[in-house]
């Protein structure tokens, strides 16, 4: 464990090897403390796959839980101040009430995620073959109306962005009509697109397989900027790094959606397969640093994409998941804030491949966790999150108080 001053001595370490190359620690600590993404409600209790659920004992029972528990990570890192909701999970009662309790703790509600992938209770029609796709126009309507609604929960949070993931899809070759069910998709999106307040904004997120195997209507990245084209300037593409096939070259689209102007969204988790869900930066973190070597520009510029950690599993402690997915994910960024992009840039145009790499490599392989420290550090957060999250004993606590065996609402 890195004491206070070990700390010091390895940051002024840092600024002065610094020295003469291209880029200000300072202007990279300042991007770290501005940088923050958000934390789903559904990631505060123990995860599951379709297989089993352990409780880790404490989980957040109610929304207001949910919320000290994003405080707690925020608290002890100082980036994770929005927290994102998931309807029907997490309906709060009294929305004034629910957005002053988390602006009390420094909270503000980033996101509202629909959910149609599972039947609600009391709901007339169910979604088992589809929602915003359904061959049934009524499945369809009550499908816009829960979006609706969604959009009507976030407003009263001052949450102005709508994300929509379908589950739409089919399972087996001729189940259903890939252009038909597109049709349906896309005009039940414009349906919920003009209920959006003017300053809102749409999210459309893809994903290749599951839960359908055969097909999903909504693939890929083509697809949901298609969908978002045709709804209009406030619809966009959300990027979620789980949702591609092995190998995919997601940095790739991420440069794509950026020169359309169609990127509005950002799910991290890491993964071996696919959707796993893992911690971010656990598996690939090279690929993490090339996505934000592409994401570096408009963080720079302007900062309008919704950030969010979308991960969730059964073996860790969900919130020490949680800092080490923030940590990873500032280390990644660090490192791309680092890469000389004029001498990439120079090294491209003379197609000095070699050179290209090495400007690449340069900057991944530096140590950069003194300027995260120093960010978090600055911003008020502490030195080592997690340590001082086991010092202080804070699960142990959690589970007196609420309970070995709550269970968070969620998948
Ligand atoms: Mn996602």
């Known amino acids: 464990m890195t004491t206070e001053s070990q700390h010091r001595l390895s940051f002024a370490h840092f600024c002065k090897l610094a020295d003469g190359q291209t880029y200000n620690p300072e202007t990279v600590v300042k991007h770290l403390q501005e940088f923050q993404v958000a934390i789903p409600s559904w990631a505060l209790g123990a995860g599951a796959t379709r297989f089993g659920r352990f409780s880790i ?3 957040p029972s109610s929304l207001e839980q949910k919320i000290e528990d994003v405080a707690l990570v925020n608290k002890l890192t100082q980036c994770a101040n929005s927290i994102s909701l998931h309807i029907p999970w997490d309906i709060p009662e009294d929305a004034t009430a629910i957005q002053q309790f988390a602006g009390e703790q420094g909270l503000h509600f980033d996101s509202v995620n629909s ?16 929602s915003l796709s359904h061959s049934d126009p009524r499945v369809r309507q009550q499908a816009i109306e829960h979006n609706e609604q969604v959009i009507e929960i976030g407003e009263a949070l001052g949450a102005k962005v709508l994300t929509v993931w379908l589950a739409d899809g089919s399972s087996f070759p001729g189940q259903s009509s890939f252009k038909r069910s597109l049709e349906h998709t896309q005009e039940s999106l414009k349906a919920i697109y003009k209920c959006l307040p003017e300053d809102g904004k749409m999210l459309i997120e893809y994903k290749p397989f599951e839960p359908s195997f055969y097909s999903m209507v909504i693939p890929d990245w083509g697809t949901s900027l298609a969908l978002a084209n045709a709804c209009g300037s406030n619809a966009f593409s959300l990027v979620d790094l789980g949702h591609h096939l092995p190998n995919t ?3 790739q689209i991420v440069a794509t959606l950026q020169w359309q102007k169609k990127l ?18 656990s598996m690939k973190p090279y690929q993490l640093f090339l996505i934000f070597n592409e994401l570096v520009g408009s963080i720079q510029d302007e900062n309008s994409i ?12 969900p919130l020490e998941d949680l ?7 500032q280390v990644a960024l660090a490192k791309a804030l680092l890469i000389d992009q004029r001498a990439l840039k120079e090294a491209q145009e003379n197609n000095d491949v070699s050179m290209c790499q090495q400007i690449l490599q340069n900057a991944f392989e530096t140590d950069v966790r003194p300027l995260v420290a120093e960010a978090r550090l600055r911003s008020g957060g502490v030195l080592d999150p997690i340590s001082e999250y086991r010092s202080l004993e804070i ?10 065996h709550t269970v968070a609402s969620g998948l």
């Open 264 to 281: 509005g969204g950002f799910h991290f988790n890491d993964s071996k397969f696919a959707d796993d869900d893992l911690t971010v930066g």
């Open 115 to 130: 959910n149609t992938f599972q039947d609600h209770k009391n709901q007339k029609h169910s979604y088992k073959f589809g």
């Open 395 to 404: 699960r142990r606590q959690l589970i007196e108080a609420r309970g070995a």
């Open 57 to 59: 004992g404490g989980e």
């Open 323 to 329: 800092m080490q997915s923030l940590q990873n994910i």
């Open 249 to 251: 070259n997601i940095e």
């Open 306 to 317: 919704s950030w969010m950690i979308d991960a969730s599993h059964n073996l860790k402690d």
